[in-house]
């Protein structure tokens, strides 16, 4: 068992084994961070669990998210002062102790419009949020005049506030913070797998006692044995649902939330912005070099696998900010475009951005656990309802969760490798800057980084055509991080096809010849991974431009999915 809960092919092939050989006590389906943390959540009960993913880990919601670990202040408006309270606790813990190498506070401001009202109705639902976060780690809120507003952030119209409030919250990379749940799963001894699909459910006596699941890159099929099954597919929980013969408790109603991303130098401020529009809240949020601009709140019928975002979409981002902002943006300035689906628990009717963020946890049939909603700050939570759930399924006394005292991989040392950044990067050769960054991404896993570089000094230059990054990052992709496809690599394991003017295109080949010998690629399915690569960003590029959900889904579908090409490829 790794220490650091590695995953690399050999990992992939020994979890393939188990499936098939032993008797599990869970079975999570989708990896997702509320899988991924239900997973970590029994494994760390002493239950022995595996967890499947038919595509990547994140590759849903979890990596297309807002990025932020956030109570939600609009949430106090609608007076859900229990949602707020527990998020702000999370929020807490992972800066705190679970995962204070990825979770980082972030600043923002809050501009005023209104004189007289809207400074104390404000700062009053921000004193209870500071009271609720009970925490030291970020500081409370400050108001601002109008003078101090701008100071702070100098890009914005002087006429467009009338003063400000700032106050903090925190931001991860979603995507990386659900993979190191998964590895902190494996690392207490949890069957990972993804790019494994469940295609039915055993079922005895009127129970699920496991599924059927096949390799979506071979076509490989086994079974797996396990005393419950979890749930926790977010928007496709009615699909899996419908495999098992049986009536869901709840629906799931998929919403469809846009970002784009613009440099850094395009907005001239130190601090993020929410800002309030007709429908809910725009966050733009400061990521390294860049702006997170979003998000939307629209229903969302069509591709859960490849949702997209339209013209439409761009074009209300753009028209909210450029309310505010003193040099307007435009789409020229966008390097990156992402569109993700949240899962709301259904109502009939209501508009998506009225439906609850609370989860819900339901056992519709003996065996099966399915648990849906919420938001990704309270995944940790959702996850210990949900195993909590399925205490009558597991038939001995269940010990309560305890991952609220479990650290992620990474985690344990992160702060003393931070005091030592200096020394870190002068042995490494490398810039501070570079080595701060590595230790943010990767904690005290950075050994086994470095480790895959002692023998090759190339694998510690940038990657060609996303400096931000190095060659070695996309090696241990495939190494250490259950990388199988380039896309695995480009958009989740690196946030390169967000975070780049070409979206990944220029990256593609260099990346695709590091794992290739890791992921026994031959010259022909590397080129076969670049190709489809590239396809699939010039199916988004066009989707953009189309004016609706309709026409924007059409286009991003001419692409090929790599997934499901693999069988062929498998076969061929």
């Not at 068992?1 to 499936?19: I, N």
């Not at 009338?162 to 590895?183: E, I, M, N, S």
């Not at 396990?226 to 109603?253: E, S």
């Not at 401020?269 to 998000?295: D, Y």
């Amino acid at each position: 068992m790794s220490s650091s809960g590695k995953l690399g092919p050999q990992e992939r092939a020994e979890a393939w084994d188990r499936f098939g050989a032993e008797q599990f006590d869970v079975l999570v389906v989708g990896g997702g961070v509320t899988g991924a943390g239900s997973a970590l959540d029994a494994v760390t009960r002493g239950l022995n669990t595996a967890l499947v993913e038919a595509r990547d880990f994140a590759s849903g919601t979890s990596s297309r998210s807002s990025k932020l670990f956030h109570g939600g202040l609009r949430y106090l408006e609608q007076f859900n002062f229990g949602l707020v309270a527990e998020a702000l606790r999370e929020r807490e813990l992972m800066l705190t102790r679970i995962a204070p190498h990825l979770v980082k506070p972030v600043q923002f401001l809050y501009p005023l419009q209104h004189r007289l009202w809207e400074r104390p109705y404000v700062g009053a639902g921000l004193i209870l949020y500071d009271t609720m976060g009970r925490g030291r780690s970020v500081p409370a809120h400050r108001h601002l005049s109008r003078t101090g507003a701008l100071r702070l952030s100098p890009g914005l119209r002087q006429d467009s506030l009338v003063g400000a409030v700032r106050y903090y919250d925190a931001q991860a990379d979603d995507a990386r913070h659900t993979l190191t749940v998964v590895r902190t799963a494996v690392r207490y001894g949890a069957a990972v797998r993804n790019s494994s699909e469940v295609t039915g459910f055993l079922h005895e006596g009127g129970r699920v006692v496991g599924a059927e699941v096949r390799d979506v890159d071979s076509g490989a099929t086994t079974t797996i044995r396990a005393k419950v099954v979890i749930n926790a597919t977010g928007v496709w929980t009615d699909d899996l649902q419908r495999l098992t013969g049986g009536r869901g408790r709840f629906r799931v109603r998929a919403s469809k939330g846009v970002h784009v991303l613009v440099p850094r130098d395009r907005i001239a401020s130190e601090v993020g912005l929410i800002l309030r529009t007709e429908r809910s809240v725009l966050f733009v949020i400061p990521w390294g070099n860049h702006w997170i601009i979003g998000t939307t709140d629209t229903d969302w019928n069509l591709d859960r696998a490849h949702p997209a975002a339209s013209r439409a979409d761009i074009d209300y981002i753009l028209a909210h900010v450029n309310e505010v902002l003193s040099v307007p943006l435009t789409h020229n300035d966008i390097e990156g475009v992402y569109a993700g689906l949240r899962p709301l628990l259904a109502g009939e009717s209501e508009q998506t951005s009225q439906l609850s963020r609370e989860h819900a946890v339901a056992r519709p049939l003996p065996g099966l656990v399915s648990i849906a909603g919420g938001k990704y700050t309270t995944y940790r939570v959702m996850a210990k309802d949900a195993i909590d759930a399925a205490r009558p399924d597991l038939g001995h006394t269940l010990p309560p969760s305890v991952t609220e005292h479990v650290p992620l991989v990474g985690a344990e040392g992160y702060h003393a490798l931070i005091n030592q950044v200096d020394r870190l990067a002068e042995d490494r050769g490398l810039p501070v800057w570079r080595m701060q960054r590595l230790l943010d991404r990767y904690g005290s896993m950075v050994d086994e980084l470095m480790a895959l570089a002692q023998d090759d000094p190339t694998l510690l230059e940038p990657l060609p055509g996303a400096g931000e990054y190095l060659r070695v990052e996309a090696k241990y992709a495939a190494t250490h991080e259950a990388a199988v496809h380039l896309d695995d690599v480009l958009a989740r394991r690196t946030r390169i096809s967000i975070e780049t003017p070409h979206r990944g295109t220029e990256s593609a080949q260099p990346a695709a010849e590091l794992v290739a010998d890791v992921l026994g690629w031959d010259d022909a399915r590397t080129r076969n991974e670049v190709e489809v690569y590239q396809a699939r960003v010039a199916a988004e590029r066009e989707s953009q431009t189309k004016p609706d959900d309709l026409g924007a889904d059409a286009e991003r579908l001419l692409a090929p999915d790599t997934r499901k090409l693999a069988v062929g490829r498998a076969l061929g």
